[in-house]
Nanobody, 114 residues
Framework: QVQLVEAGGGLVQAGGSLRLSCAAS????????MGWFRQAPGKQRELVAI???????NYADAVKGRFTISRDNAKKTVYLQMNSLKPDDTAVYYC????????WGQGTQVTVSS
């Protein structure tokens, strides 16, 4: 079992920055991919960024060049640095991790005002 605890959401003006973190705890041998999804009101949950245990990353086109995902395997933590935020980035951001199954965090609200 894996528990994911997110931190770092909040309210920011357009053009500002936020850093999300997600720490994994529990009983598991290793975590494979970790990442972030988001869900805006009335929309489906979508991939934001994902990083493998080896450091390979993948980003949604909408955030390329603005967001950076990283992870600290020793701390079992994944980070999402979000720069040049836009109102369209407003959503609940969910941490995601995989072992032999998928796990989700409880979500953290990110609100970008214009």
């Amino acid at each position: 079992q894996v528990q994911l605890v997110e931190a770092g959401g909040g309210l920011v003006q357009a053009g500002g920055s936020l850093r999300l973190s997600c720490a994994a705890s529990g009983t598991f041998f290793s975590i494979n991919a970790m990442g972030w999804f988001r869900q805006a009101p009335g929309k489906q949950r979508e991939l934001v960024a994902i990083i493998t245990s080896g450091g390979t990353t993948n980003y949604a086109d909408a955030v390329k060049g603005r967001f950076t995902i990283s992870r600290d395997n020793a701390k079992k933590t994944v980070y999402l640095q979000m720069n040049s935020l836009k109102p369209d980035d407003t959503a609940v951001y969910y941490c995601y991790a995989t072992t032999n199954r998928e796990y989700w965090g409880q979500g953290t609200q990110v609100t970008v005002s214009s």
